[in-house]
Each structure stands twice: as structure tokens, then as C-alpha cells.
């Protein structure tokens, strides 16, 4: 019999939430009992109604609130459920204190690398919880990070990425580049992030000063925060002033990605495998990133996409040039980077992983019963 699991996560933005949850979706379809506490009024609330899960109209909105706890714990008592699969800090830390004393078998998620330490006490209250049995890992950077931290029981972390399908990106038309004020035949270089230091926009900009001058690159600036005096004082000089535009944040980025004949990521630190990177894979818009930790896992260097060492604008630059020169090379990476979504990075292998860990999880409770 597969296992009863009861996940608690917040399923308000479709957009971003839809890698989690198709998980959920087809391990319903695999036959796993799911049962799903969030936001009742979301429309994956009700589209995990409609595949015949049980939706719970609570998520809890806070860390250490008794009340929260107890309609948790009370829950998990009359669903008699195997896994309680907790997604985000309030759902984990006030799920730990809700499983507390029960049978039940309590899996965390971690994307993001960096901000665990053995030493802060806080940590214990999530992902160095004794009471956690697994952590689910979206890449190895993240399971490397985490193991370095448990002193024991170092098996806890998994990685299991939170993979894509092609088939959801289907529909999505490019946008006309034109009303940014990018002239007709230009190449155009996309990078969608809110502008934090660890995205590394700044080197991005610095970048500018290393290509030739008079390329016809155009570089497009999706996101919050990204026109500053900084980002403003940073290309000025660099022969393509005109050739920056900061639109800041817009509704059908995923259009505007498709427009694009490459996308760019300059991370410095702190990614897992980064959602907007994945999207531009799906649309077969060749992606250049960092090697950090998480998103080196996202491509495979000369096949799928460019990769190059972070903070080291002559590296990022040299390789947007030959992005440029090279439009052959740019459309050989965009066809790689779809395949590579259809290999390790499918949304079928993450539900296959995440029913995995669960039969394995609950084979382990049964071996202890008897």
C-alpha cells in the first residue's frame, strides 16, 4: 500500500509554485495518498481537489503560534498519514512541533544554499531538528551544505531537484522586443532576477567593458531593483549605454525570455538550481551562468550552456561575445538545453525520487513495528 502523505505549503503563485506541486499531482497519480494543507482560495487548491486530494484550508502563518500547532497536530491524528512533507519555515517549524510523539515520518525541503550552521541555535529548530528524518536537497550543492552541518545521520540529505516539463512551456509566445526600444535583428541577452547582491547583476554590468566595442548586443534587465544609480554609474562609459534597458519587473516575462536569443545569470553565491535559469532551458534560450555550488549542476558547459568562474566580468564577457559571433553556437545550446530538461532535469524523475524516498521512509517504520 503506498503511503498516506499529508504536505503543508503555500500554493498561491502559480508561477512559481508549479514544479512542487505537479510533484504532488503525479504522485497522486502514482497512487501515494496526498493530502495538501494551504491557502484554500489558490487555483492548485483547485486543481488538487479536482485530481481527488483532500485540500485542508490552513497553512500556518506563523512559527510558534499553540493554536497553529494544534490544528497541525490534530490533522495529522485523524489522517492517520506516514509523511507529514513540510515546504516552507513556518510549515516546518510549526510541523515539527505538531509531530511531536507521533508516528509519522516528518520531511523537510531545502533550496537554497548557505544559512545553516551547527552552531546557531535556530537550526534546530528546522533542518538540525532531531525529530526531521529527511531533507529533500533541490541540488547537491544544497545536500553537501547540510551534510557538512550533521554530525550524525548524515543520509537525512537527499537530493532530489524539483525538475521541469517542456509540455508547460508550449504555449508561451515571444514577445515583440521592439516596445523595450530593442531595434529589429539585434541579439538580445536576457537576465531575470531582483537585483541582490547575490545575483551579481554589478559584475554583469562590469562585463560591458570587456566586449568589442560596436557589437549588436542588446542586454534586458528583468526585475526589481535593477535601475539604481549604481547599476546606472557602472556602464556608463562602456559604449553600450544605450544598449542596457532596466523595464524592471514584467508581468509575461516568460514571453520576453522567449524573444531573447540567450539569457545570463551571474550569481555569486547562495543559488540551489534557479527556477528563472530552468525556464529559459525550457524555451530553448541557451543560458550563461556561474559555477557556484547548485546552478553548476544546471548545465553542462559547451552543451547545454556557457558557464564561467563568478566575479570575473572578463570571463562573462568574453563569453556573451561569442554568443554573439557565434549565433550557430547559441542556437546548438538552446536545442542542448531542452534536451537536458528531457534528461536530469524532468519533472518525472522528481516525482520518481520523491516516491522513492517515501516508500523507502515508510519501509523503514514498518521494519521497526515488527
Not at 119 to 128: E, F, N, Q, R, S
Not at 184 to 212: D, I, Q, Y
Not at 325 to 330: F, S
Request: proline residues 7%; contains cysteine.
Amino acid at each position: 500500500m503506498k503511503p498516506r502523505i499529508l504536505v503543508i505549503s503555500n500554493y498561491n503563485d502559480f508561477h512559481t509554485v508549479r514544479p512542487e506541486a505537479e510533484i504532488l499531482l503525479g504522485l497522486q497519480r502514482r497512487g501515494f495518498g496526498v493530502d495538501v494543507m494551504t491557502y484554500g482560495g489558490s487555483e492548485y487548491a483547485r486543481r488538487f481537489a479536482e485530481a481527488g486530494m483532500k485540500v485542508i484550508d490552513f497553512h500556518p502563518r506563523h512559527k510558534f503560534d499553540r493554536k497553529e500547532c494544534m490544528r497541525v497536530r490534530l490533522a495529522l491524528k485523524e489522517g492517520a498519514y506516514d509523511i507529514l512533507q513540510l515546504f516552507n519555515s513556518p510549515a516546518s517549524v510549526t510541523g515539527l512541533r505538531a509531530a511531536r510523539g507521533l508516528p509519522v515520518k516528518v520531511v523537510l525541503y531545502r533550496g537554497y544554499t548557505g544559512n545553516i550552521h551547527w552552531y546557531d541555535p535556530t537550526a534546530y529548530l528546522k533542518y538540525l531538528h532531531p525529530r526531521v528524518d529527511a531533507v529533500i536537497c533541490n541540488s547537491l550543492g544544497v545536500e553537501q551544505l547540510l551534510k557538512r552541518q550533521l554530525f550524525f545521520r548524515k543520509e537525512k540529505a537527499v537530493t532530489i531537484n524539483k525538475g521541469h516539463d517542456l509540455s508547460w512551456y508550449a504555449g508561451t509566445e515571444p514577445a515583440d522586443l521592439k516596445a523595450f526600444g530593442i531595434p529589429e535583428g539585434a541579439f538580445t541577452v536576457a537576465c531575470v532576477a531582483n537585483n541582490r547582491p547575490m545575483k551579481g547583476v554589478p559584475w554583469l554590468l562590469r562585463s560591458l567593458r570587456h566586449l568589442s566595442p560596436g557589437l549588436p548586443l542588446h542586454l534586458l534587465l528583468l526585475g526589481r531593483d535593477m535601475d539604481t544609480p549604481r547599476n546606472r554609474a557602472l556602464i556608463r562609459g562602456s559604449g553600450y549605454e544605450d544598449r542596457v534597458h532596466f523595464p524592471g519587473f514584467v508581468p509575461e516575462v516568460l514571453r520576453v525570455v522567449k524573444a531573447c536569443n540567450a539569457f545570463v545569470l551571474p550569481s555569486l553565491f547562495g543559488e540551489s538550481i534557479t527556477k528563472s535559469v530552468l525556464e529559459a532551458m525550457c524555451l530553448g534560450i541557451p543560458p550563461l551562468i556561474t559555477d557556484i555550488p547548485g546552478n553548476l549542476e544546471l548545465v553542462e558547459e559547451g552543451v547545454s550552456g556557457l558557464v564561467v568562474p563568478p566575479r570575473n566580468p572578463a570571463a562573462l564577457g568574453l563569453a556573451l561575445e561569442r554568443l554573439v559571433r557565434e549565433p550557430q553556437l547559441a542556437e546548438y545550446l538552446g536545442k542542448g538545453a531542452r534536451e537536458r530538461i528531457q534528461g536530469p532535469l524532468n519533472h518525472q524523475r522528481s516525482v520518481s525520487g520523491y516516491a522513492a524516498l517515501y516508500e523507502r521512509l515508510t519501509a523503514l517504520t514498518h521494519r521497526a513495528e515488527r
